[in-house]
């Protein structure tokens, strides 16, 4: 992301202090006055007036509490979760899901909202609107009380302005989606990213991230996302395109894909596969009981010894096995973090991912590397689009600000 940083002054160090203090406090909370001194390195006198402003803006409130021996109670500082809330979206292939959040990012609700495949964006934007709305009268919160937007989309997304470069999936090209809704909630922040860095952030601070800062992230499913996670923070690249790992080739000349390659990963390890292949096997063995080539069907079938359906998994697993191995060759991670919608059936593959992708380099010199399931359930996707907003909201305020208001 462009940014400019601000030039020294007295305001800018108000502002850090601030910033340093809100961040223990959110990270912290409850937590005394003194051990907030401590670890923000603060006198008492500045502190102090940190924490009544702090206090009147309602990002955090005092409790008291009764020490073990009784008698005396120890003021403590709580962070106001609710002083606002954020909304944030997820835009698949055919519906939208528009979640509420409070300032922590913790789920209060979430809407599912179908649309037909290729729908234009503007009709998408509409549709984001009107539900944004509904999602705060239904749950009997004010409108006023919205403090940011987070966008999750598939595809490229030009982070720093909010804009779908490309999606295949989506069909879109140069969507300014955030701009587009920005216009309808002025003087919200609104944060766009693709799917995949959302689940990311909501590992880094949910999930994995709190045992280790160095991981990658790959989702499994109707499609295959990487995230790769460094010391804590998620390294977007050149243009924030980093991850396009569905998008390796993994069969030269291999089976067309929807970014106008050939034999793309995605095409290989995911529920493209399915189709891809299914097609052919069908046309051999017309009586098998597939009825779909979604992920859950085919899956399912599996389940029932449906022997295409079989088939189908294991050579997926097969190629996703060997899409990770070239993974671990290629950066040597501490861990690799398997997520997404597919992995509700990562018992019928996950083995034979394992077998393949352990096969690797690394492995020659008796070094294992963890492939694990993620804890997170399928809200990480909106919990991430509200990190993707918060950590906006509380960055360290170094920089000008360029985006959001
Ligand atoms: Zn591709």
């Known amino acids: 992301m462009m940014n400019v940083i601000r030039n020294g002054s007295k305001e800018l160090i108000k502002d850090i202090n601030r910033f340093k203090v809100l961040k223990i406090i959110r990270e912290k909370h409850p937590i005394s006055r003194v051990e907030i001194a401590k670890l923000s390195a ?54 939208l899901l528009v979640g509420l959040t409070n300032m922590d990012a913790e789920i209060i609700d979430v809407m599912k909202i179908a649309f037909k495949r290729h729908a234009s964006p503007e009709s998408i934007v509409s549709k984001m609107v009107k539900n944004i709305k509904l999602i705060f009268e239904k749950n009997e919160k004010s409108l006023a009380d919205l403090k940011g937007i987070g966008l999750l989309s598939s595809g490229l997304v030009n982070r720093s302005n909010g804009m779908v470069i490309r999606s295949s999936l989506l069909d879109w090209s140069n969507v300014p989606i955030s701009e587009m809704l920005k216009e309808r909630f002025r003087n919200i922040p609104v944060m766009a990213d693709k799917n995949i860095n959302g689940y990311a952030l909501a590992e880094i601070s949910k999930g994995e991230g709190k045992e280790s800062g160095n991981f990658v992230l790959v989702s499994v499913g ?20 980093a991850g396009e790992f569905g998008h390796t080739t993994i069969a030269v000349d291999g089976y067309l894909c929807h970014c106008g390659q050939r034999g793309c990963l995605e095409m290989y390890a995911s529920e493209f596969y399915f189709e891809n292949k299914g097609k052919e096997l069908l046309l051999l063995q017309p009586n098998s009981g597939l009825k779909s080539f979604k992920f859950e069907e085919v899956a399912e079938q599996a389940i029932n010894g449906d022997e295409i359906a079989g088939q189908l998994v294991d050579e997926m697993a097969s190629y996703l096995g060997h899409g990770i191995r070239n993974l671990i060759n290629t950066l040597n991670p501490e861990k690799i973090v398997i997520a997404g919608e597919g992995m509700k059936y990562g018992s019928l593959f996950m083995d034979k991912v394992r077998q393949v992708a352990q096969n690797n380099f690394f492995s020659k010199v008796g070094h294992t590397t963890k492939i694990v399931e993620s804890r997170l359930n399928d809200d990480a996707w909106l919990v991430g689009g509200s990190l993707l907003v918060l950590t906006h909201i509380f960055q360290l305020p170094i920089y000008q600000v360029t985006v959001g208001r």
């Open 42 to 95: 603060l006198g008492m006198s500045t502190l102090t007036y940190i924490i009544e402003e702090l206090t009147e803006q309602g990002y955090i409130f005092e409790i008291g509490e009764s020490t073990s021996t009784g008698g005396r109670r120890a003021r403590l500082i709580e962070f106001n979760k609710n002083f606002g809330y954020i909304v944030s979206i997820k835009v698949e292939e055919e519906r």
């Open 222 to 241: 109707s499609g295959v996302g990487l995230s790769v996670v460094i010391d804590g923070k998620i390294n977007y690249g050149s243009i924030g395109g």
